[in-house]
């Protein structure tokens, strides 16, 4: 049975989307959490053992892989993903009480999400001024510290109950299947099977050379390991060096897992487990 931690670093501050997918797990969520201001605060609180756990973004259904999480794992910690979580994204556009449409000339927001809602910003607004911010929550908390009724922000709905601002308009990213997967980090492996898990792996090739892809995915082909995610990513060695990044079905304490793993050994220069953990539910958010 894996051990609940006692305290948990995430994507902060309070009111980011991070911190809603952390809360819908009641384990982690009766923890100690413990807010930073960047990805890579939160996986140095783990690396020196001031937190058990981190808490971070790895991939946004519009905008894709956040690398910034996905590099550190794969090139500067060695961590075990402890598990997924999915999150339905809303975002709303909030702003201090009184304040109406029509009078808001600035809206503040994280770059991704402003991306996220240019449709909505385009038939709402003929002339908005949009100013970026850290993070969701921090513009929510600058539009209610130091905003007037001019100003608005995007953000997630546990933003405007935490800093007391009113949603003018619910729901207005532009695509409304958006979902982002966070993912629970830890120094030691701590999942067990489930029967219903995925195992990431990082497969560093020795050399580029015909076939080398074809070799590797035979591995899997043979033991009839559905892949769920295939991507590439460079190792900072030099143009055209890559590595691959693998998510498969089942845990890496599965036979055919074990085996396959053992395999690829074979054609590649190192293979590094990001972890095994159970596969998300999407929750709503």
Known sequence: MVLQPNSVAYFGPSGTFTEEALLTQADLAASTLLPKTSIAEVLEAVATGEVDMGFVPIENAIEGTVNETLD?????????????????????????????????????????????????????????????????????????????????????????????????ANDIEDHKDNQTRFVAVARTPLSEQTGGDRTSIVCFQDSDRPGSLHEILGEFASRDINLTNLQSRPTKRGLG?????????????????????????????????????????????
């Open 72 to 168: 550190a794992l794969i090139f500067e910690y060695d961590f075990f993903i402890e598990r997924e979580v999915i999150l339905d994204v809303h975002l709303q556009l909030m702003a201090k009480r009184g304040a109406t449409i029509p009078r808001i000339t600035r809206i503040h927001s994280y770059p991704h999400a402003l991306a996220q809602v240019r449709g909505f910003l385009a038939s709402t607004f003929e002339n908005v001024e949009t100013i970026a911010e850290k993070s969701t929550a921090d513009a929510a908390k600058v539009v209610s510290e130091r905003g007037d009724n001019h100003d608005a922000a995007i953000a997630p709905r546990l933003s405007a109950s935490l800093y007391g601002l009113e949603i003018l």
């Open 241 to 285: 060096d890559y590595c691959f990044i693998i998510d498969l079905e089942g845990h890496m304490e599965d036979t055919n897992v074990s085996e396959c793993l053992k395999g690829l050994t074979q054609h590649l220069a190192r293979v590094k487990v990001l972890g095994s953990y159970r596969v998300g539910e999407l929750l709503e958010g």
